[in-house]
Nanobody, 123 residues
Framework: QVQLVESGGGLVQAGGSLRLSCAAS????????MAWFRQAPGKEREFVAA????????YYADSVKGRFTISRDNAKNTVYLQMNSLKPEDTAVYYC????????????????WGQGTQVAVSS
């Protein structure tokens, strides 16, 4: 069982940066693939980025590639999403998710979810 708590959301101007954090409970965090998803108002949830259990593999949605970076610190049971060059279309609630064992891009393949953190990008 893993519990996930996101933080770091907020309001930022276009072109700005934010870093999201997701703190996980449990002693088996290092065995989980971690991912970020987002959901904008009136839209379906979409995959943003994922990172393997050891951090050696990452995978990004085309819409964020080159702007966002996912990373993790297994000693701190935390996964991060560094978001640079933010655009108004990045506005959404961002969710952290966990699964075992491999990277996946479909939300249905993830077993544990956080409550989400709101990101708003003004133009």
């Amino acid at each position: 069982q893993v519990q996930l708590v996101e933080s770091g959301g907020g309001l930022v101007q276009a072109g700005g940066s934010l870093r999201l954090s997701c703190a996980a409970s449990g002693r088996t965090f290092s065995t989980y693939t971690m991912a970020w998803f987002r959901q904008a108002p009136g839209k379906e949830r979409e995959f943003v980025a994922a990172i393997s259990w050891g951090g050696g593999s990452t995978y990004y949605a085309d819409s964020v590639k080159g702007r966002f970076t996912i990373s993790r610190d297994n000693a701190k049971n935390t996964v991060y999403l560094q978001m640079n060059s933010l655009k108004p279309e990045d506005t959404a609630v961002y969710y952290c998710a966990a699964r075992i064992p491999l990277i996946a891009s479909k939300g249905a393949e993830y077993d544990y979810w956080g409550q989400g953190t709101q990101v708003a990008v003004s133009s």
